[in-house]
């Protein structure tokens, strides 16, 4: 985050016009097409004053437009591509027929610059959920390319205030455009991803929320980082958890830190004590630094017998996942993760030939799920619909990786060789150097669903893999 203070001081270079917030709810239903055209635009990433930096955005905004729909709602999004190269729209942990999944080559021929697809489906589960480009996505998300998609429970949640906050870093140059000679460094692939030294919240470095004593609140955290785990502090806050990658889970207090890792999702309630005129803020804690990207503000303070009586959180109402593991017969398979700096990776199976890492690595190929580079023929599971899947993940390799699967939510139910007690079922789970971590869920969505790391210079460099449910 070092380049933060440089930014700061060559604020000054231009008068620039004012632009309409960057989050713009879209309202979605039925009948209604949502257009989404993704293009070149420009964003106020630096401080106000500063310079625009150029990004590629839907229709032109970082974040994206919002979308906003009620739990079993149908999504109609017509993606129009006007940049010069071709896109797939991703609907990030929405339980979704498989034909809209985004996936090019995989689901779907990538969108050719010039034309359009319109994507349709509906949304089984409500929470907190995200979109983004799946085609080169770590070019693309790492220039803009996404949004948030928030599925609002059939009966509304008692809360006060609904707020989102959508965190990025990226890397910019001293201009505050995005570094553009090291998108695709091989240095970024075998090591972290590409990780920035600019931090932004809603697509701007710093959000203000107006809060009231007495208040609840429901804030979405949503990471949209190509490859960095934020750990946030909330200071004097009590937050709770009330949801993980659109998920319920028990709730539960959130403790000192909230460690989230590439497209995960966290739901929070916060209530708000405080006298009017002071704030709380919310910090990204780094190695080397403490960096505000939030604050609450307290404005007058409504009267007393409008205040909190019963502080009881109560769990949200359940999505109809299929939750029933049987894990006396599962499908079972390994996958061992290996490869990256120094790991000692020595070989590989890249397109059906091993290759010694000499060779993988002139081609970025330096990770490798199961011995093999990317994508294979054959899927690493296929299961009928219904059957449990399990899947031991071993990270073999000096990085942490957040793995993603597509198309259902998973449970994690051994660690470290030990049953793991909790309720969360997520879409990203992140998986610490060293660690074995195993992961289950009933394989009820057909189709061909990706398993990949989203750290997406990981996923790009060969950490990627298919199973097909039939
Ligand atoms: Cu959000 Cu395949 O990814
Ligand atoms: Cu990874």
């Known amino acids: 985050m070092d380049r933060r203070e440089f930014l700061k001081q060559t604020s000054l270079l231009s008068v620039l016009p004012w632009v309409p917030a960057a989050i713009a709810a879209v309202p979605a239903g039925r009948r209604s097409m949502l257009e989404l055209t993704a293009r ?3 964003a106020q990433l630096a401080d106000e004053g500063g310079p625009r930096t150029r990004i590629w955005g839907y229709n032109g905004l970082v974040p994206g437009p919002m979308i906003r729909v009620k739990q079993n709602d149908w999504v109609r999004a017509r993606l129009t591509n006007r940049l010069t190269v071709a896109t797939t729209i991703h609907w990030h942990g929405i339980r979704i027929d498989n034909a809209m999944d985004g996936v090019s ?17 509906q949304v089984p589960d409500a929470g907190t959920f995200w979109y983004h480009a799946h085609t080169r996505s770590w070019e693309q998300v790492a220039r803009g390319l996404y949004g948030v998609l928030i599925v609002d429970e059939a009966e509304p949640v008692a809360v006060d205030n609904d707020y989102v906050l959508v965190i990025d870093d990226w890397r910019l140059g001293q201009d505050a455009q995005i570094h553009e000679a090291s998108l695709g460094s091989l240095h970024d692939w075998s090591h972290a991803g590409r990780l920035g030294q600019w931090l932004t919240v809603n697509g701007k ?3 203000k929320f107006s809060v009231e004593d007495g208040q609840r609140l429901r804030l979405r955290v949503v990471n949209t980082a190509n490859a960095r785990v934020f750990t946030l502090s909330f200071g004097a806050l009590k937050p709770h958890v009330i949801a993980f990658d659109g998920q319920p889970v028990t709730p539960r207090p959130l403790g000192k830190f909230l460690t989230i890792a590439p497209a995960q999702r966290a739901d929070l309630i916060i209530d708000m004590a405080a006298d009017p005129g002071e704030s709380a803020a919310v910090d990204v804690i780094t190695r080397r630094e403490v960096i505000q990207v939030a604050e609450f503000v307290y404005g007058h303070t409504r009267d007393a017998n409008a205040k909190l009586s019963a502080p009881l959180i109560s769990r949200l109402p359940a999505n109809p996942l299929s939750t029933a593991l049987d894990l006396t017969d599962p499908v079972r398979t390994g996958l061992l993760m290996e490869g990256g700096a120094m790991s000692g990776m020595k070989s590989a199976i890249l397109k059906g030939e091993r290759r010694s890492i000499q060779e993988l690595i002139k081609q970025g190929a330096v990770w490798a799920f199961n011995e093999t580079v990317g994508m294979t023929d054959t899927p690493l599971v296929s299961a009928r619909r219904g059957q449990t899947v399990v899947i031991d993940l071993r990270n073999q390799n000096r990085w942490p990786h957040a793995m993603h699967l597509h198309g259902h939510h998973f449970k994690v139910i051994e660690r470290e060789g030990s049953a793991v007690d909790d309720d969360a079922w997520r879409d990203t789970e992140l998986v610490q150097p060293g660690e074995s971590v195993s992961i289950a869920f009933v394989a009820d969505n057909p189709g061909k669903w990706l398993l990949h790391c989203h750290m997406l210079e990981h996923r790009a460099g060969g950490m990627t893999t298919w199973l097909e449910i039939t």
């Open 40 to 42: 070149e635009g420009t």
């Open 105 to 121: 080559g995989l689901t779907q021929d990538a969108v050719k610059p010039g034309q359009s697809f319109d994507y349709a489906f």
């Open 205 to 207: 470095p710093h959000e």
